[in-house]
């Protein structure tokens, strides 16, 4: 009764958890200054130099989101924090009793990605999160305890994301306790399919990134063009001084229920729900450049003097304070020592987030 009671609550506060948007500051400002080229570029294309400059000021936001750092920190923040769910936990982890792996996890905005409408080339860098680690897991059958698993996960590496090189780190430590699961004694049913019970897994998260801006960043993208149906692309690179850092730190408890059925022997299928409390942590990002050249083409002849462009913004916001979550996983063992396995973890708030992770792990 109180174990069915716990899980009640915990469907019953899931349910209720609905994550608000977080407030951010934010500057910036954006200048073009048209070169000796802009007025006949502006002429090949059918528009005026006013008009250009405002179609080149519009792209230039849009790649860089000088009018919306907020939402694109917050986005980042959310998809980088949430590539690292489920890095360090095994959740098919019935009747082990240590186990070590590695884990690769990839995730997105779905519907919300840092990129400009219309770019021809990918911006410096999208609303994506990767990740990687090393994890570890010790049952508490060692100790006359089957239902307890304990595990950890760390990694610290650099890390390349677009036109951006840094550093990232991320810890996990998370305890789970099996209700209603299998005992360790074998038979012919549970040889073909056996129930792993209910596992509810709590813990803490902690990751944290630094991006800044290789040496040279550039972006591309078209502006309309009468009589060219692609349009001509205008190349934005910075040539003088220039800073753009990124840096994010987030940490997390998640709150985790699932259950999995184990096929053969050889094939688990698993799945379940989390609610992820980002309780600390924030996102800053400062962009700082100067005297960037502007360059295009139109059908054919380049305009390498279309003027420079100086951009400005920063802003900092703090992660959601809580995510429902979606889990869902396939793990495929062999000789129930080496499991290879892929998971999906999925929230469908605004903006829609997927992740998705592969791994080895080494069981007993």
Sequence with gaps: MRRNALLVAFLGFAALAV???TAGAQTGGITINPGADADAFAQGIGTTTDVLVQQITSQVNGLFQVANVTSFLRDFQNAQNFSSKGLGVDYASEATLVEAGATF????????????????TDPPFEGVGTNV?????????????????IFGNWF??????????????????????????????????KMLVRWGGIAITSGADYSHITLGARTSLHSTFNLPAVGIPQ?????IRNTGIMTFTVEQ????????VTTSLRLLSLLTVYGGIGLDFQLGGGSDMMLDMRDASLSGEVSGVRFDDLGTADVRASGHV??????LREIVGVQLGILDMIRFF??????ASSPMLASLAGGLRLAY
Aim: zero cysteines.
């Design 249 to 256: 730190t987030t940490w997390s408890i998640p709150l985790e």
């Design 105 to 120: 996890s990839f995730a997105s905005n779905i519907d919300k990605a840092y990129k400009a409408s219309g770019s021809s």
């Design 231 to 235: 349009g001509a692309p205008v190349t």
């Design 156 to 189: 610290k590496h650099g890390i390349s994301l677009g036109q951006f090189d840094g550093n990232y780190h991320n810890w996990g430590l998370h305890a789970q306790i099996r209700l209603f699961g299998p005992s360790r004694k074998t038979s012919a049913v």
């Design 342 to 347: 892929v998971q999906v973890n999925m929230t």
């Design 133 to 149: 680690s090393l994890m570890a897991g010790v049952g508490g059958g060692l100790f006359g305890f089957d239902p307890l698993m």
């Design 19 to 21: 994550p608000p948007r």
């Design 318 to 323: 703090k992660p959601s304070p809580a995510r």
